[in-house]
């Protein structure tokens, strides 16, 4: 399967653009500065903040996790260090599950532009 996308990739990259362009717009890029095309991703939901959101939610949840778990320590210890030890691990596991899906955006987008 991955000899078949390797195949296009080379087929697509061989093959010129029509109208006799190389298919590189290089004053399409030289007339745009790289803050316009920030915004412009960022306005049209191109460019992704919630991995960065994510992250932070994250490192919040663990801090939260290890303050139950402190407090929990008064009740009961063992439920305590239990909670400790894998309330941050299930939190990574879950926070991962939900970048995922934008690690495969990206991935199937930057497939899309080597195509073009």
């Given at each position: 399967?991955?000899?078949n996308i390797d195949d296009?990739l080379?087929?697509?990259?061989?093959?010129?653009?029509?109208?006799g362009n190389?298919?590189?717009n290089?004053s399409?890029n030289?007339?745009?500065s790289?803050?316009?095309n920030?915004l412009n991703d960022?306005?049209s939901?191109?460019?992704m903040?919630t991995?960065v959101?994510i992250?932070?939610?994250?490192w919040?949840?663990?801090a939260?996790?290890i303050i139950?778990?402190?407090?929990?320590?008064?009740?009961?210890?063992?439920t305590?260090l239990?909670?400790?030890?894998?309330?941050?691990?299930?939190?990574?596991?879950?926070?991962?599950q939900i970048?995922?899906?934008?690690?495969?955006?990206?991935?199937l987008?930057?497939?899309k532009n080597?195509?073009?």
């Open positions: 399967m991955d000899d296009l080379e087929i697509k990259q061989k093959s010129p653009a029509p109208g190389d298919g590189l290089s399409d030289k007339s745009q790289p803050d316009s920030s960022f306005v939901f191109r460019l903040i991995p959101l992250k932070i939610i994250f919040f949840g663990v939260g996790f139950a778990g402190l407090l929990s320590l008064r009740r009961s210890f063992w305590g239990v909670f400790i030890i894998l309330s941050p691990l299930v939190w990574r596991i879950l926070c991962e970048i995922l899906f934008f690690r495969i955006n990206e991935t987008t930057e497939i080597k195509i073009k």
